[in-house]
Nanobody, 129 residues
Framework: QVLLVESGGGLVQAGGSLRLSCAAA?????????MGWFRQAPGKEREFVAA????????YYADSVKGRFTISRDNAKNTVYLQMNSLKPEDTAVYYC?????????????????????WGRGTQVTVSS
């Protein structure tokens, strides 16, 4: 079983930055998979934020975060990151990291939560205006 643990969430003012981390407990099966970030705001469905290929060579972003968020990974540390800049109140949500199923390596599959099989418990991000 893959254990994913998110960290780095918190309260920040609009325009500020946060860096989320997601550490996988099992490194042996981390570095061959797409990793993704999703978020769920109160009263809304969970939505795709960003994804990164197994080697970091390809990244994908939701239009709402493109140019402000950057996803990256360090396979030696079994960790994926989400750098969030120019945060807006509408970015407030619980952010989840997830591991893609084997073979889900391209768009649009990486944008669908159905293509992810292991999920972390989430970290709260709150952006005040």
């Amino acid at each position: 079983q893959v254990l994913l643990v998110e960290s780095g969430g918190g309260l920040v003012q609009a325009g500020g930055s946060l860096r989320l981390s997601c550490a996988a407990a099992s490194g042996r099966i981390f570095d061959r998979y797409v990793m993704g970030w999703f978020r769920q705001a109160p009263g809304k469905e969970r939505e795709f934020v960003a994804a990164i290929s197994w080697n970091g060579g390809n990244t994908y972003y939701a239009d709402s975060v493109k140019g402000r968020f950057t996803i990256s990974r360090d396979n030696a540390k079994n960790t994926v990151y989400l750098q969030m800049n120019s945060l807006k109140p509408e970015d407030t949500a619980v952010y989840y990291c997830a591991r893609g199923v084997l073979g889900a390596s391209t768009w649009p599959r990486v944008g669908s939560e159905r293509e992810y099989d292991y999920w972390g418990r989430g970290t709260q991000v709150t952006v005040s205006s």
